[in-house]
Structure formats: C-alpha cells, structure tokens
C-alpha cells in the first residue's frame, strides 16, 4: 500500500543541477521523517540528507553541504531534493526513504519505506 516514486534523476554535465522528486502515497506524509540516500556501484548505500516531519530541522552529509539542498510540501505529500555543482562524484542511484519512528536519522537502517530509486550520472 505503501509507495515513494522518485523521479527528475538524468545524466547532466559537472557544475549543472538537477531537482529529485519523491511522491509518497499510502501513509500519513506529514508524520513521517524523509530522507535522500545515494549508492554508486560497488559501494555501500551512503546517506546524504534528512529531514524533519515538520520541515524544521535538516542534517546534511559533509560531502553535499553547502550543494544540495531538501525540501518537503507536505500538502503533496513530495520531497525534493535540489542538487547544484553536481560533480562526478554524485553519480549514484538515489532512493527517497520515510522513517516514522525517528525524527530525521543518518542510518538507513532506521527507515520503513523505500523507493526503487533515481538514476543520477555526472559527467566530467
């Protein structure tokens, strides 16, 4: 019953920007953390950023500070995720995630619903 589509990944070229989407159904949206994760192959699923029920707080991987930047409407009951100066380094799968149970958490393990995730390529 529970669904997150992620969508707006694509290929784009170092230094250009791209805008993640993830729509949510099945659950109450506004009671739920959200959260951005990536995974390059042959790598671990590493996070990138989180945010609170209520849009107030956010945490950010060191690796994305001061690049991406996350949002939430609740009233769509979506989650984006702007990333600029995208490097080659970016390049990943990423996945929208909902946590009810923590208020924003870095550990995907703590997460209860998954989207199959976005495709995001960088070129150099």
């Known amino acids: 019953q529970v669904q997150l589509v992620e969508s707006g990944g694509g290929l784009v070229q170092a230094g250009g920007s791209l805008r993640l989407s993830c729509a949510a159904s099945?659950?109450?949206?506004?009671?739920?953390?959200m959260g951005w994760f990536r995974q390059a192959p042959g790598k671990e699923r590493e996070f990138v950023v989180a945010?609170?029920?209520?849009?107030?707080?956010?945490y950010y991987a060191d690796s994305v500070k001061g690049r991406f930047t996350i949002s939430r409407d609740n009233a769509k009951n979506t989650v984006y995720l702007q990333m600029n100066s995208l490097k080659p380094e970016d390049t990943a799968v990423y996945f929208c995630?909902?946590?009810?149970?923590?208020?924003?958490?870095?550990?995907?393990?703590?997460?209860?619903?998954w989207g199959q995730g976005t495709q995001v390529t960088v070129s150099s």
């Open positions: 099945g659950l109450t949206f506004s009671r739920y953390a």
């Open positions: 945010i609170s029920w209520s849009g107030t707080f956010t």
């Open positions: 995630a909902a946590d009810r149970t923590y208020s924003s958490s870095r550990d995907s393990r703590d997460y209860d619903y």
